[in-house]
């Protein structure tokens, strides 16, 4: 079994930035590709970023691309989600999830094994 523990959500001004931190435990972390999603209400969950567990691919949406940078530490079994630039649409659950099947970085929830518990962000206009 694998947990994930989300951290660093809150309330923030549009144009803010908000650094969210993913520890993992219970199994190795570092052959573990992590991805990030959200979930608004009323909406289904969508992909964020995720990241290889060689760290050589990373993997963004459109919607966030060049405003948030997803980063792991193996030896910290933690995954950041730096978030800058933050507008209300960005407004949301944000889960992160590890994947221990594949190599390569899903964009789908399908794809991930496990899941936390997720942290809300809500950015004010």
């Known amino acids: 079994q694998v947990q994930l523990v989300e951290s660093g959500g809150g309330l923030v001004q549009a144009g803010g930035s908000l650094r969210l931190s993913c520890a993992a435990s219970?199994?190795?972390?570092?052959?573990?590709?992590m991805g990030w999603f959200r979930q608004a209400p009323g909406k289904e969950r969508e992909f964020v970023a995720g990241?290889?567990?060689?760290?050589?691919?990373?993997v963004y949406a459109d919607a966030v691309k060049g405003r948030f940078t997803i980063s792991r530490d193996n030896a910290k079994n933690t995954v950041y989600l730096q978030m800058n630039s933050l507008e209300p649409a960005d407004t949301a659950v944000y889960y992160c999830?590890?994947?221990?099947?594949?190599?390569?970085?899903?964009?789908?929830?399908?794809?991930?094994?496990?899941w936390g518990q997720g942290t809300q962000v809500t950015v004010s206009s």
């Open positions: 999830a590890a994947d221990y099947r594949s190599r390569f970085v899903s964009r789908y929830p399908s794809g991930y094994d496990y």
């Open positions: 990241i290889s567990w060689t760290t050589t691919i990373t």
């Open positions: 219970g199994r190795t972390f570092i052959s573990a590709a």
